[in-house]
Structures are given as structure tokens and as C-alpha cells.
């Protein structure tokens, strides 16, 4: 069974600092990984999607594959409160159907 | 990004009664739409899967008698929870492909059903 994998938290970061989210993945037939933000109560939100080994930058967000390790991660730069949220890593193969990790919370304190 | 929109937003109904959720893509065509299911501190679990005019297909555990899917256009697709009982409390979110040759999949703003 595929399986992606997150570090519940929280994971604290003070305002301004980078935060560092990271997710394992089991299929190494995967071929996408997304990361979408979620706010309590609210539905997820696409922050960012990867497809190739390396990085992706979009603003203060970046994200990290590596294929050979089966890692995905998520770097947030100049972390603001507004940030505070889980974030969710997910991946697809060729069906596009998603599986989703269980969400890391993060908590940027002021 | 891709516009999806679901309604209602929340719904509360007694136990026994069905209850229909729409979920609609405002700017594009879907040809594939997905219904999720999520339980309080718990990540996205996928129900189904709705292609538009054919048969869903249902995940392993989830009784297709009891969530019925109609993708009758490109732009919408329904999920009706019949008979719905207090376990089927939950948040129920859709989310489709924007297009083909892209696999990123926008959520629509989810349902919170609450069954009395």
C-alpha cells in the first residue's frame, strides 16, 4: 500500500525564521508531489507541485525532491504567522489519483 | 489557480436522511473530479473517483449504495450521502483536474456535515 510519510508536530519556527517540513514517500513509482497548505477548518490549498529531482522555488517557498531517497520537502522562507497552518505532502503516480501524508502543523510564533 | 466551487458549505440533517453535495468547476472543464473525505485530526481520504458520464469508481471500503456520484457534465458532479447516520458526520471535499496534461488537483472550499 502506498504510504507518504510527515511529522505530525507542531513544528514551532519564530517569525522571520525558515521552516523546514519534510515527507517520505513509498512508491517509487511516483511521479508528482504537491504540497498543499490546510487552515483549520478550511479545505487545501496548492502551495506548490514537483516533478523533477532538485529544487522548485515560487517566492519564499522551495521545494526539494530527491527521487533516489524518496524525500520530498518544503522550505518556507521569512516564515510569518499567517503561515501558521498543517501542510500536507502528497504524492500521485500515473492514475493522478493523490495520497496524502497526515500533515505536518506549523506554528510561527511572534 | 483553477476555480472550484462546492455547496452547501455546511449541513446539518437528522439521522436517515440524504443529503446532496455539488461541487462545480467555474473556469474550466473537469473531466475528472474527486470526492475526499476528512475526520477531525485526520489527513484526506479518498472516496472516489468521478469521471464525467460513466461510473465512479469507489476505494476499497467505501459503499457506493451509500455515497452515490453523478458526473452528468464537464462541470459538475454530485455526491449524495443516503441515509446518512451520525459515523457519516464528516468533512466531505471535491477537488478536480484542471485540464488535460496536468495532474494538479484544486480543492473545492469542502462540506461539513453534521448528522444529528
Known amino acids: 500500500q502506498k504510504e507518504v510519510e510527515q511529522n505530525s508536530g507542531p513544528l514551532s519556527v519564530p517569525e522571520g525564521a525558515i521552516a523546514s517540513l519534510n515527507c517520505t514517500y513509498s512508491d517509487r513509482g511516483s511521479q508528482s508531489f504537491f504540497w498543499y497548505r490546510q487552515y483549520s477548518g478550511k479545505s487545501p490549498e496548492l502551495i506548490m507541485s514537483i516533478y523533477s529531482n532538485g529544487d522548485k522555488e515560487d517566492g519564499r517557498f522551495t521545494a526539494q525532491l530527491n527521487k533516489a531517497s524518496q524525500y520530498v520537502s518544503l522550505l518556507i522562507r521569512d516564515s510569518q504567522p499567517s503561515d501558521s497552518a498543517t501542510y500536507l505532502c502528497?504524492?500521485?503516480?500515473?492514475?493522478?489519483?493523490?495520497?496524502f501524508g497526515t500533515g505536518t502543523r506549523l506554528q510561527v510564533t511572534l | 489557480g483553477a476555480v472550484v466551487s462546492q455547496h452547501p458549505s455546511r449541513v446539518i440533517c437528522k439521522s436517515g436522511t440524504s443529503v446532496k453535495i455539488e461541487c462545480r468547476s467555474l473556469?474550466?472543464?473537469?473531466?475528472?473530479m474527486f470526492w475526499y473525505r476528512q475526520f477531525p485530526k485526520q489527513s484526506l481520504m479518498l472516496m472516489a473517483t468521478s469521471n464525467e458520464g460513466s461510473k465512479a469508481t469507489y476505494e476499497q471500503g467505501v459503499e457506493k449504495d451509500k455515497f452515490l456520484i453523478n458526473h452528468a457534465s464537464l462541470t459538475l458532479s454530485t455526491l449524495t450521502v443516503t441515509s446518512a447516520h451520525p459515523e457519516d458526520s464528516s468533512f466531505y471535499i471535491c477537488?478536480?483536474?484542471?485540464?488535460?496534461?496536468?495532474?494538479?488537483?484544486?480543492f473545492g472550499a469542502g462540506t461539513r456535515l453534521s448528522v444529528l
Open positions: 477537488s478536480a483536474i484542471s485540464g488535460v496534461g496536468t495532474n494538479i488537483q484544486y
Open positions: 473556469d474550466f472543464q473537469a473531466t475528472t
Open positions: 502528497a504524492d500521485t503516480g500515473t492514475a493522478s489519483k493523490l495520497t
